[in-house]
């Protein structure tokens, strides 16, 4: 990398930057899914920071694959299923189900866009 570049990434302190980010994201993500398992607090966090690092990752793919690996992805879906089950009896039906969907969906498009293959496949 330069310290220059054509995109807004493409230099040094850019990449840096956006890394940064990705790093606060992920951290977040992993301190919130330890709170709210440990606590069984019905609230969803999980799937907020894993869709901003999937919608940021579709843009910085370079700085994504150097901060969230299929591991970490992994990781988050195993801490979203611990979660959900902890909680799913303390929330409405309808909101239960739906919020199981939107789980499934996002991990198969985070899957399918950023590691381009479908969530059941990974590891």
Not at 3 to 22: E, H, L, T
């Amino acid at each position: 990398m330069s310290y220059w570049g054509n995109d807004v990434d493409d230099c040094d302190y850019a990449f840096d930057s956006v890394g940064v980010v990705f790093s606060r994201i992920k951290d977040q993500l992993f301190k919130d899914s330890e709170t709210v398992i440990t606590k069984c607090y019905p609230e969803q966090g999980i799937l907020a920071s894993l869709c901003c690092l999937r919608l940021l990752g579709e843009r910085f793919p370079k700085n994504l694959s150097v901060h969230f690996g299929k591991k970490d992805l992994a990781r988050a879906q195993k801490m979203f299923d611990d979660w959900y089950v902890l909680v799913q009896h303390k929330l409405p039906v309808e909101r239960s189900e739906a919020i199981r969907l939107l789980a499934d969906r996002e991990f198969s498009l985070f899957g399918e866009r950023i590691f381009n293959k479908p969530a059941s496949d990974q590891v």
